[in-house]
């Protein structure tokens, strides 16, 4: 289901697929909300009958209906960040400031639970609620403790969610994190990390806005977008890069330019992934040229409790490049 709000007066996109748990799905630099298609696929109304089942295609990956991942399971919300595909932009485009539009929206999709609690999908959830004290958990393993130590809402009474961030997304999800701890149950980095850019990285994205305005924002990214592949996708499925450099139609100079000049300006927040009581995801590609998995190697021993996963075939786009092993871990 397509939904929007307003915040501070500008319009913020986002869709609802599924029930359970809520999960928000979080884009990167050059994307919207439709990168995650393969994890959720199209929205459905209750109208709509499940696709058939088909085989796939050989060496391609399928979409999951929503009977195999999101159905009982999940409720996926997936926002078009400020800028992107059907949301306009805000005054304050910082990683903090597109951390609060998240933050509004967790706070309408997120609601209190049954009053029976989490019915036959508690169990499974248990071990993700939020610390309902600030007692530090044994060994920073972030277990529940005897007395009950993990409850099913946040200090602000809601459901707390898991937000898994891809890129700049991720970027957005450690904003989060560090102001809203108690709203999350889980977090991740989907190709993405928690340290500052580089002086280097800085270095090339002031060249890339220079790019931009030059240039313009279409054909920034019909250049760029091809990197964040790997050799092997570009060769073999090239029909996944056109398509992913068609969608660079959709973006202007200015939002642009505003996440790059965000990215920048983004502190390091390492500090975070140390003190969370929370399960980290981290997902890297062997081949990512804009994340290197060296720097996720580096961090990922940070929290107490992490999930990592490497796709061995795979540049920046793992959804994308390796959708079963990324739709496996995000399962």
């Known amino acids: ?6 915040y501070e007066g500008k319009k913020i996109a986002y869709s609802v697929s599924g029930k359970g748990k809520a999960v928000i799905l979080i884009h990167g630099f050059g994307e919207d909300a439709t990168v995650w298609k393969k994890q959720v696929g199209p929205p459905q109304t209750p109208s709509q009958k499940e696709p058939p089942q088909t085989p796939p295609k050989e060496g391609l990956q399928t979409l999951l209906s929503e009977s195999s ?8 919300i997936i926002p078009d960040l400020p800028g992107s595909g059907q949301s306009e932009m805000i005054d304050d485009m910082s990683m903090e400031g597109m951390a609060e539009v998240i933050k509004r929206i967790v706070d309408t999709e ?4 049954p ?3 989490f019915s036959e999908h508690s169990n499974k959830y248990k071990s993700l609620l939020v610390p309902e004290s600030k007692t530090p958990p ?12 993990r409850g099913a809402l ?7 969610c898991i937000i898994i961030g891809h890129s700049m997304g991720g970027y957005i999800t450690m904003a989060f994190a560090e102001k809203y701890p108690d709203r999350l149950a889980a977090f991740g980095l989907f190709h993405s990390s928690a340290f500052a850019d580089s002086e280097e990285k800085k270095v090339t994205r002031r060249k890339g806005i220079a790019f ?3 240039h313009g924002a279409f054909e920034f990214l019909k250049t760029a977008t091809p990197n964040l592949f790997s050799q092997q996708t570009k060769d073999e499925h090239a029909d996944l890069v056109d398509e992913q450099v ?12 505003s996440y790059y000049e965000a990215m920048i300006n983004r502190p390091d927040r390492t500090e975070i992934l140390e003190k969370t009581t929370v399960p980290v995801l981290f997902i890297m590609g062997k081949y990512d040229n804009a994340v290197p998995m060296e720097d996720g190697l580096k961090q990922c021993h940070l929290p107490g409790k992490s999930y990592i996963h490497v796709l061995q075939k795979s540049g920046h786009m793992g959804m994308l490049e390796e959708t079963e092993k990324s739709n496996r871990a995000l399962e």
Do not use: D, Y
Request: proline content about 9%; aromatic content about 6%; overall charge neutral.
């Open 110 to 113: 997120a609601p209190l639970p």
């Open 1 to 6: 289901m397509n939904k929007q709000l307003l």
């Open 246 to 257: 068609a969608a660079g139609h959709n973006f202007s100079p200015p939002a642009l330019v």
């Open 69 to 76: 991942l999101l159905n009982g399971k999940f409720k996926f």
């Open 212 to 214: 931009i305005n030059e």
């Open 138 to 149: 044994a060994e920073g393993l972030g277990e529940a403790s005897p007395s009950g130590g």
């Open 154 to 160: 946040s200090a602000g009474g809601r459901e707390a």
């Open 115 to 117: 009053a029976g609690g």
